[in-house]
């Protein structure tokens, strides 16, 4: 059996840092469903933090999957993490709270 890099990630810990400080595209993020990046990163495994059975069950799923999936899941959310940034967030917060329509030319459209 092959020890598999997973991290926990709630309240406390950042799931981009998770991901971004990977430098061996290998692992898997276990993240709360409450945290902000959940929205974000998709690929990896949400779970309720104070459900101790859907815990174990997304531990026992990093477990078992395979190197190419924890991979190609983990340079996903490391593509996302890299195209988002500061100014890209403020854009989308700020016209979604206006209502407005994004302007065109500005990053992520």
């Known amino acids: ?10 309240f406390g810990r ?3 840092g998770i991901c971004a400080s990977r430098i061996d595209a290998d692992g898997v ?4 469903r ?4 959940a929205r974000e990163l998709t690929d990896a495994l949400l ?13 026992a799923s990093a477990l ?8 190609r899941r983990l340079k996903r959310m490391r593509r996302t993490i890299a ?7 403020a854009t989308k917060f700020l016209t979604t ?6 302007p065109v030319g500005l990053s992520g459209t």
């Open 1 to 10: 059996m092959t020890c598999v890099g997973s991290h926990f990630a709630s």
């Open 29 to 32: 993020l276990i993240l709360s």
């Open 64 to 71: 078992g999957m395979s190197g190419e999936e924890r991979t």
């Open 14 to 16: 950042s799931g981009k």
């Open 34 to 37: 409450f945290t902000g990046a």
């Open 83 to 89: 195209e988002s940034n500061i100014y890209d967030w």
């Open 47 to 59: 779970v309720i933090p104070f459900a101790i059975g859907e815990i174990a069950d997304s531990i």
């Open 97 to 102: 709270l206006l209502g407005f329509d994004r």
